[in-house]
Structure formats: C-alpha cells, structure tokens
C-alpha cells in the first residue's frame, strides 16, 4: 500500500528534517508515528500528502510515485487521502459544518448526501451541536474534533493524523483514538503522528520512532 | 458536477461583506472604460468629419475674365484629364456676385450689382490622392502654366496639417486609452485580490482536501468577468447619453454601431477575466 | 520613540513581494488624477479665452448715413451715457471700406472704393454687465429709437449660449472629477488593503501584544499617502508636457500656476492617506 | 492582584461558556486552571487578557477594571500581560527571532536591547538555532515555543499561558514548565490552562477546575 524507500528531506542545507527513511505500510495497517518535538514527524506527513516533495528517495502509494506525480493529479490523489492536520487548518469563513461538507463538495456530491454524511461525521466527534458555530466560536479540542470528522466524512483510503489529541483532555483523547482505530477497522490505512508515548502504549500497535529525522526503531 | 449555484455563493461570499468596495471598483472600472469609449467615439466622428471635409473640398481657379463657351469646354475637358480632378464647374462673374451676396446679404453688397469686381472661376472637386505629399502642388503648377488662369486657392495644405493633429491627437488617445485599459485590468485584478487574499487560508485547505485548480478559479474568474462585464455596461449607457446630449447642445454625433457596443462590452468582459485569472492565480500552489 | 526606520521597514515590507501590483496602483493613480488636472486646465483655459472674448466684444450700431461731427459728438456723448457702454467709435463709411478690403483682401473687392456700399457705423466697447440676461436687449431698445440708427448687430448671445455651454461641460468636468477622485480614494484604499489584509494576521497579533492604533495605521497610512503623492506628482508632470505640446501644435495655453500645483500635489497626498486611513480602519479590533 | 467577581461569558444565549466565576489570585503566585475539552479554560484567559469582555461580573487587574477599561488603554495594560496562546499566533511573515522581538518593538525599545533580550528568550527556550526560521518553517512544539519566548520577553507583570506543552512531547513539556516555574519565581503572576492533569499533580500547586463553566472545586 504504502513504500517509502530511502526518503530524506532538507530544508535549506544545514540540517535534514528526515533522513534516509525506509519503511513499508500494508494496506489497512494502523502505525503510530513518536518522536520528540521537532522530530521530523509532520514532515514525513507533509510528504504523504504532497505539499511537499522528498529530496531524495520514492514514496509509493498504492500505484502512484508521489515523487513523481504531476501537479494536474494532486487533487485527485488527495480526495483519498483524508488529513487531521497539527494546526487545525479549518476554514474561518465557514461554520463547522461547511467546513466538513468541503471534501464532499469539492468531489460534487449531492446536497441532500452533502448534509447527511457531515451530520454522521459530527456526530462521531460529539460536536452535532456545534454544526453551525465558525471556528473562532470553538474551543481548541473543538477545533481539532472538526478537523477530524472533515479528514473522515469521505471514508478516505488512507487517513493521516498530526497530533490529533494535543488539544484534547484524557477522556476526549481516548475517545478520539477509539473513533479512529474504527476508522481503521473499516479498511483505512492510518498512520497517527503523536510525542504522548502513553498512548500508543496502550494500542500496542506498529510504532515508527524518530528521532532528528532519523528512524530509530520500529516496535509493535 | 459543478453547479452553478456554487459559484454563485462563492461569489456571493466574497460581495457579501464588501459590498462598499465592490460597488466602489464598479464605479472606477465604469470610469477607466469611459476614456477609452469617449476616444473611440471622438474619433470616429472626427475620421468621419475629417473625411466629409475631404470629400468637400475643391481647388478655386481664378480667371483674368470670363471665357466663351469654346474656352469653357476645352479647359474643362484638359482639366478633367489632368489626375486627381473628378469635377469641374465653371462661375461666372455673375455666379460669383450670387453667390457672396447669400453669404453676406444682399444689404452689405448692395450696389456692387452695377460693377461686380469679382473674377470668374473654375471649381475643381478632386479626389483623395490629392491630399498626399506633392500632388496638390504638381496639380496647382500644371494649372496655372495655362495663361487663362490668374490665381489658385487650395485648403488641402490647411486640411493635411489639420488631419495632422488629429491622428497626433488620436495616436496619444489610444495611448492613454491602453493604459487605462491596463489600469482598469490592474482595478478588476485588485478588487479580486482582495477578495482572495481574505480567503487565501480557504484556497488553501480547498486545495488541501483535493479541490483542483479550475473548482476553485471559477467563482474568482466569474467575479471579475462581472466587474468588467457591468462597469463596461454602465460605461456604453453613459456614452450613448453623453453623446446625445452633446448631439443636441453642441454639434451632432454619431454613437458607436451595434456591433462595435458589442466589442466594447466584450473587451471589458474579457479584461475582466484575465485580470481575476492573474489575481488568482498567485495564491494557487498547484 | 517610534522611528521613521520601523515605518519605511513596515512599508517595505508591504511593497517587497508585490513591487509590480504597486506600480499598477501608482499608474492607475496616476491616470485618475490626470483626469481632474485636465478638466483644471481646460476650465482655466476656457474661461480665460471667454473673458477675452467677452471684453473684446462689441455691440455694432449702422446709420442709415453718415453724420455730421456735431451729430457724432453728440451721440457719443449720449450712447457713453447709456449703462454698460465703455466706448464709443464712429466708423465712417471709407474706414468701414478700408476695414473689410484689410478682411477680405483688395483685389477681390477692386472697383468698390468708387461706390462705396458699406453703411456708417458706431462701434460700441460694453463692459460685463452687459451679459447679464436682458440688459442687452434693453440697450439696443433704447439706442433703436434714435432716427439715425438703422440696424444694430451684437454677438453677445451667442457668446452667452457659447458660455453656458461652456459652464455646463465645466459642470459635468467637475462632476467628472468628483467621480475619479473618488475613484482615486478607492484605488488607494484597495491597494492598501491588499497590504493589510495580506498582513490582517499580523495586525490582529500586533493587538494582542499591546501595540496601539498609531502604531499599526502609521505605516498603512504613510503608504496610501506615498502612492496619492507620486501618483500627483507623476500626474502633473505629463499635465506641463501635454500642455506645452497642445501650446506648440494647437493653440497656446497656459499651465497651473505654483500655488495650484502644489494644491493639486498636496490633494493627491491627502487623498492616498485618507484612502489608506479608511481601509485600514476595518482591521483594527480596538 | 487578579480579583475575578461573578464572572459569567455567554456567546449567544443557549450556553454560558462561563458561569459566575469568582476566584482571587494574589501577586506571585502561580495557578493551575484544568478542565475537559470546551470547559471554558481559553474563555477565561480571553478574558484576562482583554480579547473578549465578560457578559457579566468584574475582573480587577492591580488597580485597573478589566470589564470597565477604555480602548485607548488596553494596548497599555497589554504590555503587562504576557499570552501564550493555544494556536501560537506567531505572525507568518517574520522569522522567529522577530516573532519575539515584536513584543519589545511596541514599546519603542532600542535595536540593541531588543537583539540581546530577544536571543536570550529563544536561548531559553531552547531555538536560538532556529532563530531565523519563519513560522512555517517551524514544527508544532517549535512554534509553540517560540511564543512563550515572545510571551516572557518583556518580564511581565501577569503570564497567561494557554495550552503551553499541547504540542510538546514529555522531556520538551517538562523542561517548558519549569521555565514558567522559574519566571513565576521572578515576580510574573503566573495562570497555567492544560488539560493534563498529571502535570499540575507533579508541581502540586494551586489548581481552578473548570467543569462545563463552572468552577468546580480548588484544590491546592
Ligand atoms: N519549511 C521548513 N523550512 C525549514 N525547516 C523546517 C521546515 N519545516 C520543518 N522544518 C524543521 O524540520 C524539523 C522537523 O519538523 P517537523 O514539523 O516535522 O517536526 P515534528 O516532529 O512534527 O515536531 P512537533 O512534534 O513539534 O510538531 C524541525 O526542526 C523544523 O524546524
Ligand atoms: N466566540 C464564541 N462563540 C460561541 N461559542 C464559543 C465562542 N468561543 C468559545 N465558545 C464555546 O465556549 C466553550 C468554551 O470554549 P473554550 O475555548 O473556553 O474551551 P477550552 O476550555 O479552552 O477547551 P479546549 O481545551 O478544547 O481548548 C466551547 O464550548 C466553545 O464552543
Ligand atoms: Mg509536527
Ligand atoms: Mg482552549
């Protein structure tokens, strides 16, 4: 499903993001992705989800080389590739809801499956009552629930998670994780950015660490 | 797919809280494309003008006295043959007292019947080659080689040096309005900007979550096409007034012919469009 | 305290990455303002030409025959007496002879010294007030109802009809103007926006860290108040130039004086700030 | 110092985001504020640092009436108040160092000074590496942390800090409190927002609980 062969990633030419980073995901797998702050895990995201490119090294996705693709493509690439990203990144113009139904209007779904599947959604991260707040008018935690439901209302084949519960309390965190370990029962491919160790503790699932860009070690 | 109900809501979305601002580029692009509408409209009635005049125009040939029939036909015929001379229409003295009194009345000339001092001439039309450089004074130097003739009068000199100035005036009118058709494209492209620029982190997680280039262009392409599409609307209507009202209070005028209202309606479409696309275009990473 | 270096930094900033967008603005201002500059001159110009004209102008009065000296002294003595009559001339039938051979050239009007057809006349120099609806028609009246007039000529209507004419297009000039200075504003405030909502992230966050309003509009400020300045500066520049051309090929004009100058430059200035204060206004929380 | 009265945040009318608040805060002193995801926690900090007026009650800062004060004067009693915001809010187009040199700008310090007390922040907080990277150019725990240098820069009478380690991992959370610990030691009245119960356990300090609005319980 996911390959990523021999990827490294610089910025500038002082210091790579990501090293040599070598490491296969099979379809349907749920890995967690650890390392300190400034580790180089939102950076290995970034290039799954193409904005932006490795410096060296092939990152396969199903059939497609990400290194490679051509910019006419990306969009459709990333209709299947659902995203909770670090920052949120909800649109401020748009109340919660809309901000959800975007993935489905950018694919032209119809209105009435538009509101139906964004309800769901909502309603999965406990927010069905703060449909039509915008984003200024959420909490933190708020905010990063939306942008969760927003990643899974189009059930993508692959779902990257940045840091999905740093604005969440133990109970909203551990809930969170549960919606998406379903998430990934229902054949999502899902790798989970996270530095609260404790967590992927308890899901004794894959774990890839970094550490200054460099793939430690893997345990499971 | 696309609905066109999108569209407008996007539209929408960026008017709806700039409505002020939006009217306020209306109002400068009906502006920016008056300048150029007011040049087109001057100038084609100062071509058509100039080439009424030109058409008009004839070269006077005085005589030292009046000829007999037979001088009359010869002359006219030798100068039918000369190149550039279309007409030739002989006045008599008595045709030249005629027709100054209509010019002056007959009080002011009253008296000048007994002993009319005007001479007799030849009226030549000729036709356009004329007003190039030399003709008229090859022309004028071949009729007064003829001893029947005393003196020529020719207002082509003035004319040419008039046309001149007029395709001076022209050429800087076109000039000026090239550059406010280029500051009515950077007006369109500003107004859009704005609305984008307020929207640039939209664009951005639009074009993260998988929306192409063309779904989210659309709405912002449209919105300019509009801006220019109206204000060029606006801009004929007050032409057409304009021009009617200079028709009746000063000299007569015609407007622009349907189809070329068409072009200019057209031109600010287009204008427009490519100004949004430019705007636009900067805040798209793919 | 707050230095000008942290200003210059802060416009910098604003025009850096969109060097070309400011220079669309500053050639867009630059055409709107040439707008208003023109229409100055051409009004200034015009009313200039219309003053002349007016005291150039006479009001002529023919006599049914030429008169006797007593007559002309008293009758000038009586016409000066008249309101708005300046001037009194007696042009006899020989100088109105001479005057129209000086017109129309000697030898077309040969042969007329022996029986001179033209009428004695007096020449009247009227002063302003004499265009003031009805005061014309009054004074000819009067000076109809001497035995010896015979008809009287005065070109004051038309120069009147020619005059409102004239303050009609200076209404619509200035209205005109109006309209592109607001545009102006518009143009400078839509720029400045496009620098402030590229920066809204910034301001708000400027807020929050304790900077005031002062602060934050200055350089927005100062930016909108550069562009109306160049732009004024630029405008006037091609004004002196397209008023020296027309003065060289068309007919003489004159320019804005200093002290106009520096009003049109220093309107320029005032309108980029309160264009620049207005957009920049809507971004500020507190 | 920090006298909060009856304070209650309505946004709309259906729930109060806070009800009838009272607690007192004495000079130096250093407070933890918990409570779930949506509890109120940033509404409150809004409050104290003047982004947001209560709807009802009174809060007093030193002599000032925070629900009373005129515009004119919130950018003056801003300097006094250092904010680490949730979402970090550091402006895109300046690099770190002139992220945290901003707060000093305002107040018209000189070049030098600004230069030498900027750096010493970001030494504090571990980027002055990274001194002149932009903030996209950051990752998550980066840029959270270059906001608390901003934020204690000026040596502020009152430090807000909003969700400070939500993107830190444990080592980077640590050290991040006990630099707040030790500028709380300087004088700064210090109010702490965060979910993680385990830290406030750890540092055994006065704790505001936040239940859904309300001021549940103090425990110290
Ligand atoms: N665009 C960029 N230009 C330069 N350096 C960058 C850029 N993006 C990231 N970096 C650097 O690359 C390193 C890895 O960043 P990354 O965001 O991947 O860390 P992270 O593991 O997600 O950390 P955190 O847990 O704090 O979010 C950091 O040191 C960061 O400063
Ligand atoms: N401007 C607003 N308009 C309407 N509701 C708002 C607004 N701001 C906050 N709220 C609501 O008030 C409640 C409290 O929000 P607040 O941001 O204070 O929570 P929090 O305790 O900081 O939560 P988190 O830990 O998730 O950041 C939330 O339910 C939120 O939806
Ligand atoms: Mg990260
Ligand atoms: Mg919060």
Redesign the pocket.
């Known amino acids: 499903m996911l390959n990523v062969e021999g990827v490294s990633k610089y ?2 030419q002082r ?1 790579a ?1 990501l090293s040599n980073i070598s490491f296969r995901i099979d379809k349907g797998e749920m890995v967690f992705l650890t ?10 995201l970034r290039l799954l989800y193409l904005e932006e490119k490795p410096s060296a090294g092939r990152i396969l996705l199903d059939r497609f080389d990400l290194s490679r693709i051509s910019k006419r493509k990306i969009p459709f690439l990333r209709r299947h590739v659902g995203v909770i990203f ?1 920052d949120f990144r909800l649109i401020p113009e748009r109340t919660a809801a809309e901000n959800v139904a975007l993935t489905l209007e950018v694919l032209g779904k119809s209105g009435r499956e538009i509101r139906r599947k964004t309800d769901e959604a909502l309603n999965l991260v406990g927010l069905l009552g703060k449909r039509n707040n915008y984003p200024y008018q959420l909490s933190g935690g708020e905010a990063q629930r939306v942008s969760v439901a927003r990643a899974v209302v189009n059930e993508p084949l692959v779902l990257l998670a ?2 999905p519960t740093g604005n969440l309390d133990e109970q909203n965190s551990r809930e969170l994780l549960e919606l998406l370990s379903e998430i990934n029962m229902r054949g999502a491919t899902t790798i989970i ?1 996270t ?1 609260q160790v404790q967590l992927t503790a308890k899901y004794a699932k894959r774990t890839l660490n ?1 550490v200054s ?1 460099i793939l430690e070690k893997e345990t499971r | 797919m696309r609905s066109f109900g999108r569209i407008f809501v996007e539209i929408w979305r960026s008017v709806r809280f700039e409505l002020l601002s939006t009217l306020g580029s209306l109002l400068t692009i009906f502006l920016a494309t008056l300048l150029p509408g007011l040049f087109w409209i001057a100038s084609k009635n100062l071509t058509q003008t100039e080439a009424e005049l030109k058409s008009g125009l004839t070269m006077d040939v005085f005589l030292r006295e009046e000829l007999t029939v037979e001088q009359i036909t010869r002359l006219t015929k030798e100068f039918m043959g000369l190149g550039g001379v279309t007409g030739v229409t002989y006045v008599s003295k008595e045709d030249a007292l005629n027709r100054m009194m209509q010019k002056f009345g007959p009080k002011m000339l009253a008296g000048l019947e007994d002993e009319n001092p005007l001479p007799a001439s030849f009226i030549l039309s000729v036709d356009k080659s004329v007003f190039t450089q030399g003709v008229a004074e090859a022309l004028s130097k071949k009729i007064s080689r003829y001893p029947e003739v005393d003196d020529i009068v020719f207002a082509g000199d003035i004319l040419n040096r008039l046309g001149n100035i007029l395709r001076t005036t022209e050429i800087l009118g076109f000039a000026l309005s090239v550059m406010v058709a280029f500051a009515a494209l950077f007006i369109i492209a500003n107004t859009v900007r704005v609305a984008i620029s307020d929207r640039r982190k939209t664009v951005e997680i639009m074009q993260l979550v998988g929306a192409t280039r063309g779904y989210i262009l659309t709405p912002f392409v449209m919105l300019g096409g509009m801006l220019g599409f109206s204000g060029a609307i606006l801009s004929a209507l007050a032409l057409n007034w304009i021009t009617g009202y200079v028709s009746n209070h000063l000299i007569k005028l015609v407007f622009l012919e349907s189809h070329e209202i068409f072009t200019f309606i057209m031109s600010g479409l287009c204008l427009g469009m490519v100004g949004a696309f430019i705007a636009t275009r900067k805040y798209l990473k793919i």
Do not use: I, M, N, V
Request: net charge negative; aromatic share 4%; proline share 0%.
């Open positions: 910025y500038g210091q993001a390392g300190a702050s400034g580790a180089g895990k939102s950076t290995l670090q940045d840091e950015a530095h970094l860009g």
